[in-house]
C-alpha cells in the first residue's frame, strides 16, 4: 500500500472519531469527559493525513504528465489504481459503523465492581430521591441504608438475571473506557413489569430493601430494592455511570 493509501486510511479513521465526536456516539465508548481529547486526536489524524496525502498526489500528477499511454490513449496504471480504492470500502464500512454500548451479555459474564464510596453526600428532601444506580447501591451496601431508610428513590438501568431468575437492575460502570467497563447490581423484587428481558431499560421507584445477596461471578454484595413502579424507558444518550 502506497503513502497515499495510508493517508486515507488515516484520514477515515480520523472522520470516524471525530464524527462520534461531535455527536453522542463517543460516550459508548469512553467518559464525556474526554471529548476535549477525542476531538484533538480527530484534528491531528487528519492534519497528519493531510499532510502525507498531497506530496504524493502531486507526485502522481507530475508523473501523470509523462506517463505513456496504450492505442486507446488510456494509461494502464491509471485504471489499476482506481481499482485498488475499491479495496478501501469494506474499512470504510467498519469504521462507520458504530457498536452498541455494553449491556447484560457483558455484565452477565462480570462480577459487580461495586466498592465503598469516600463519603455520603446530604440527600435532598424530594420525594423520590433521584440517584445514580451505583449511589444507591453503595449506600444500601456500605452505609447500610441509613439514608435511604423511609425514603423513596429512583434510578434506571438495563434488566440482567441471576443464576437464579433474580431480576438485576444493572448499569455497567467506566474507570476510563468501554475497555474497563465493569457492572454494579441492584436485584429487584415488589411490583415489576410482566415480561421483563434481559437489555430492557427500566425507569424505577422503589424502597431501601435490607436483603442483601451475592454476586455468582465474583461473591461481590448486591443489594435488593423494592420497587413500588416501575415502566420501560429508552436507553439514555450516556448509557454507563462512572
Given at each position: 500500500m502506497n503513502r497515499a493509501a495510508q493517508g486515507f486510511l488515516l484520514f477515515l479513521v480520523g472522520g470516524a472519531v471525530l464524527r462520534a465526536s461531535l455527536s453522542q456516539e463517543y460516550l459508548r465508548f469512553v467518559k464525556p469527559g474526554l471529548?476535549?481529547?477525542?476531538?484533538?486526536?480527530?484534528?491531528?489524524?487528519m492534519l497528519t493525513a493531510a499532510a502525507t496525502i498531497w506530496p504524493e498526489l502531486r507526485r502522481h500528477r507530475d508523473r501523470a504528465g509523462a506517463e505513456?499511454?496504450?492505442?486507446?490513449?488510456h494509461g494502464h496504471s491509471h485504471n489499476k489504481a482506481r481499482v485498488a480504492w475499491l479495496l478501501l470500502l469494506p474499512l470504510f464500512a467498519l469504521i462507520a459503523l458504530v457498536p452498541p454500548p455494553l449491556g447484560s451479555y457483558a455484565a452477565d459474564r462480570t462480577g459487580t465492581a461495586?466498592?465503598?464510596?469516600?463519603?455520603?453526600?446530604?440527600?435532598?428532601?424530594?420525594?423520590?430521591i433521584q440517584l445514580t444506580l451505583?449511589?444507591?447501591?453503595?449506600?444500601?451496601?456500605?452505609?447500610?441504608g441509613r439514608s435511604l431508610s423511609g425514603r423513596?428513590?429512583?434510578?434506571?438501568g438495563f434488566i440482567t438475571?441471576?443464576?437464579?431468575?433474580?431480576?438485576?437492575?444493572?448499569?455497567?460502570?467506566?474507570?476510563?473506557c468501554a475497555a474497563d467497563a465493569q457492572p454494579v447490581k441492584v436485584a429487584l423484587t415488589g411490583a415489576l413489569p410482566?415480561?421483563?428481558?434481559?437489555?430492557?431499560?427500566?425507569d424505577v421507584v422503589g424502597r431501601y430493601d435490607t436483603r442483601q445477596s451475592k454476586d455468582e461471578v465474583n461473591?461481590?454484595?448486591?443489594p435488593y430494592l423494592d420497587v413500588v413502579s416501575a415502566h420501560p424507558v429508552s436507553p439514555p444518550a450516556d448509557p454507563y455511570e462512572s
Open positions: 471529548r476535549p481529547l477525542l476531538l484533538a486526536a480527530a484534528a491531528v489524524l505513456p499511454t496504450d492505442g486507446d490513449g461495586l466498592q465503598p464510596p469516600l463519603a455520603y453526600a446530604n440527600l435532598p428532601a424530594k420525594d423520590p451505583l449511589d444507591y447501591a453503595g449506600r444500601a451496601v456500605y452505609d447500610h423513596r428513590v429512583e434510578f434506571s438475571f441471576g443464576s437464579h431468575g433474580v431480576p438485576y437492575l444493572t448499569r455497567m460502570i467506566l474507570n476510563c410482566e415480561q421483563i428481558r434481559p437489555d430492557l431499560w427500566l461473591g461481590g454484595p448486591i
